[in-house]
């Protein structure tokens, strides 16, 4: 071990209950910045997750335009090609064909406004968990044409219950109308409010027909291996296929990356405050260690130490305080996340329905990404060096000789 | 069993020796003037920690505005471009809203129960169903809200947040389509489109509107998918006589709203609803709940974090003084003197940092009074139902808070260094340097 840092090291330990409690203060705010950092990155992944997986997918191919007039004028064909591109790409999970329409639903006097979309019954699953949210009756089949399945707020609103024939009524493709009769087979729960009240799915076929749509569907909506591989995936897929849109679920949802940009805005400032507050701890115990030693520091720089190495034994020691409380601090928070992570919290009853506003399970989950540990021990170190500056300068300027004065 | 007795005593002996403390503190401006003195002895030391402490409950009470500013906003979108702050259906509503729970008579049975209420500032009826809006390109599942456009104006924002066209007139057949839903439907002011509903005798039932405006309002859901028409022409279109789904009833305050309500319910019976935004919208009460829990385990993780710092700089300060404590007792200060002397050399020194930092909470403030634009994330705002703009909001207990938390923190951490100083045995701390 060089001689500075044995030196440095010794001198932390010079004063055990003064180095300790500025420890544990580091060590907490470690251990908080890695808990609640985790703690939001869980947040934001389930977000994400819950999203992409109630329906969107994490990216759609689509006609060209879809996206921007999501009208039944756009449009793709869902050939051998395309099935090909489908079936064949790495890194596609799964994928789910869609036809996306608007409709009149109505059952003696109530009527709704519904998004209506026709999915193919096996193939759906594969992207979304919209068969898991079934809360009565059964999902759509090809053995069951011309059956509905309503979101429950929906159901309620039209009174309507399983069995029931409901009036659906549209425009179809060729801009004519088109009006049919569906049965209610089966009432599903959707977390999100206005999904809920507004989504009827029938199957892929009934759509075509009912649309007069061919073998067009809107969109295909594709799950990737997870939201990180989604950039990747799109661009395998257009290299592929350059005539297909694409459109991955930060573009689907943009107010979603919004919202978690400021979520994540506000902790963050909040985080920082906590560290800036334990970095004038650290100033403060090295400041003092420094005034206590004038004398001491003298002597080093009357025997000829450059104030450089003064400045740099300083230096180093801050950075042990900070690297012990950041040490110790990883190492209680990162197996704290680690059990959090696999103990995900079921969440009270008037918490879980604001979750709801947002179309979440009701569960708080952390995720500990590599980041963020790195992201901590960077601020941490990074705030002690700045924090270290003052003392340092000031124990490698003093003149050795008003030093030897001092006490 | 001598245990209990023994705790008993122990406990006794603290609350007297607490009790001495504070008959010390109550009765010697001396001890005042010393402790202020011996916060200053250092006074970078003393700098330092009082900066640590206003840095961290400026920043903490600025970031709480913020926040609590985002949620006020969030209610008061809530209330102004859609709930109001009291509304009174027919009974059933809530649970299954339709044309078939309406308040007959255009709503007079709870109008003349509404007049000459102190508490009513407006009040506005309206009739709600769904229907199906269709353009030349495209069509979309809409919420039709028929309304009496001059009453309208007065209880909600709609009038003000026309950002294309005009608001509602006498002109007929007109309608108010959000930004976000014209753009879905490729229609601009002006443009027909056709209004598609089943009437209250279940018949399917279309009616071709004029745009005559847009709105833009920070309710994503209302910009999407809510249209407005003519109170008598959606009565005509779904077939429901003069009768209404519910009246809007703006207060005075929001802190009438408690008093109009129970006043409404009394006048009107047991045949209607009458309820309050907060019972219309429960999860905007929850969000008021979750930030005053989130904002005490900030305020409990800063302020810990602070009693490091505050703890350390008072057990270094006492250990200088161990010889000076030590004279002290040995001239005859009493034990429950040094530890209220110490303790209070803690807190007025917390107190200081705790007045640097509200001098610089009102700095904020007032740097921050007209809001911080945060428009390039208006979407993500949006979907919370707040604008883009954010004024912070402090309350009284902000600042109540942070006081009582700071002088509690204080007092802990300065207990060890305290005590501490108080057990010193003067003949050894005498011979100490």
């Known amino acids: ?407 | 069993m001598r245990r209990p007795a023994e705790l008993r005593a122990q406990a006794r002996e603290a609350a007297g020796f607490t009790a001495a403390v504070l008959r010390a503190l109550a009765g010697d401006r001396f001890l005042w003037r010393l402790a202020w003195r011996n916060v200053w002895r250092n006074g970078r030391r003393a700098v330092i920690v009082a900066t640590a402490v206003a840095v961290g409950i400026a920043g903490v009470v600025l970031s709480m505005a913020i926040n609590f500013g985002m949620i006020l906003q969030m209610i008061e979108t809530a209330i102004s471009t859609d709930l109001g702050h009291v509304q009174v259906h027919a009974r059933g509503f809530q649970d299954d809203p339709g044309l078939d729970r309406l308040l007959g008579d255009g709503g007079r049975g709870g109008i003349e129960a509404l007049e000459g209420l102190a508490e009513v500032r407006a009040w506005a009826p309206r009739l709600r169903s769904e229907g199906l809006l269709s353009s030349a390109r495209a069509s979309a599942g809409v919420r039709v809200l028929a309304v009496d456009p001059a009453r309208e104006a007065r209880i909600t924002s709609l009038a003000g947040s026309i950002v294309a066209g005009e608001y509602l007139d006498g002109a007929r057949r007109r309608l108010l389509m959000g930004e976000a839903l014209a753009e879905r439907l490729h229609v601009e002011v002006g443009a027909k489109v056709v209004l598609s509903a089943t009437d209250a005798r279940g018949d399917l039932a279309g009616e071709a509107f004029r745009v005559a405006g847009l709105f833009r309002t920070a309710s994503l859901e209302l910009d999407r998918s809510t249209v407005y028409v003519r109170l008598d022409e959606g009565q005509r279109l779904f077939q429901v006589g003069d009768t209404i789904s519910e009246l809007v009833v703006v207060a005075r305050s929001r802190e009438a709203v408690p008093r109009l309500k129970a006043a409404l319910r009394e006048r009107m019976g047991g045949d209607v609803e009458v309820q309050s935004w907060g019972e219309l919208a429960p999860v905007l009460e929850y969000f008021v709940e979750i930030f005053e829990q989130m904002a005490w385990i900030v305020y409990a993780a800063v302020f810990i974090a602070m009693a490091f710092g505050i703890a350390n700089v008072l057990l270094m300060a006492v250990f200088e003084r161990t010889r000076e404590i030590g004279v002290v007792r040995a001239l005859g200060m009493s034990g429950p003197r040094v530890v209220g002397m110490v303790a209070l050399e803690s807190v007025l020194l917390t107190l200081v940092g705790l007045v640097a930092g509200f001098a610089l909470t009102g700095l904020g403030l007032v740097l921050l009074r007209d809001g911080i634009d945060l428009s390039p994330w208006a979407q993500g705002l949006n979907i919370m139902g707040v604008g883009a703009t954010i004024v912070p909001v402090v309350r009284l207990a902000d600042f109540t808070t942070p006081s009582v938390v700071a002088v509690l923190t204080a007092l802990l951490a300065g207990l060890w260094p305290a005590v501490r100083a108080a057990r010193a045995r003067p003949a050894e701390a005498l011979r100490h340097v």
Do not use: C
């Open chain 1, 1 to 407: 071990m060089p001689l500075e840092l044995r030196l440095a090291w010794r001198n932390v330990w010079r004063n055990p209950r003064r180095t300790g409690l500025t420890v544990a203060a580091t060590v907490f705010a470690v251990v908080l910045v890695v808990f609640f950092v985790a703690m939001a990155a869980g947040l934001h992944e389930k977000m994400i997750e819950d999203s992409v997986r109630l329906h969107s997918g994490h990216l759609t191919l689509s006609g060209p335009g879809y996206f921007a007039n999501r009208t039944l004028a756009q449009h793709v064909r869902l050939d051998a090609p395309l099935r090909g591109l489908l079936e064949e790409t790495p890194g596609v999970r799964g994928w789910a064909p869609r036809v996306i329409g608007f409709g009149l639903l109505s059952r003696e006097t109530d009527a709704q406004g519904v998004a209506l979309m026709g999915v193919d019954p096996e193939r759906e699953p594969s992207v979304s968990s919209l068969a898991d949210r079934l809360t009565r009756g059964s999902f759509v089949s090809r053995e069951r044409p011309h059956g509905i399945v309503l979101g429950e707020r929906l159901a309620r609103n039209l009174g309507a219950r399983i069995g029931d024939e409901l009036f659906l009524y549209s425009q179809a493709y060729s801009l004519e109308t088109a009006a049919d009769l569906y049965r209610v087979i089966g009432v599903m729960k959707l977390p999100d409010v206005t999904l809920d009240r507004s989504l009827a799915l029938v199957s892929l076929a009934d759509a075509q027909e009912f649309f007069v749509y061919g073998d067009r569907v809107s969109e295909v909506a594709v799950l990737a291996e997870d939201a990180d591989a989604a950039p990747g995936l799109a661009a395998a897929l257009q290299r592929r296929d350059p005539a297909v849109e694409i459109h991955i679920w930060s573009e689907l949802m943009p107010e979603l990356v919004q919202f978690i940009f400021i979520d994540d805005a506000g902790m963050y400032i909040l985080l920082v405050i906590l560290v800036v507050v334990v970095a004038f701890g650290i100033l403060n115990t090295i400041l003092m260690s420094v005034l206590e030693r004038t004398r001491e520091l003298g002597v080093l720089l009357a025997l000829g130490l450059r104030p450089r190495a003064v400045f740099r034994l300083v230096y180093l020691e801050s950075l042990l305080l900070a690297g012990a409380g950041l040490a110790l601090g990883l190492a209680v928070g990162i197996p704290l996340v680690l059990w959090f992570q696999g103990h995900p919290i079921l969440l009270g009853e008037r918490m879980a329905e604001a979750y709801e506003l947002f179309g979440m399970e009701p569960l708080m989950t952390w995720k500990l990404k590599p980041l963020n540990p790195i992201g901590s021990a960077i601020t941490i170190l990074g705030v002690a060096a700045a924090a270290a500056l003052y003392p340092a300068l000031k124990a490698s300027r003093g003149r050795p000789v008003d030093a030897l004065r001092s006490l």
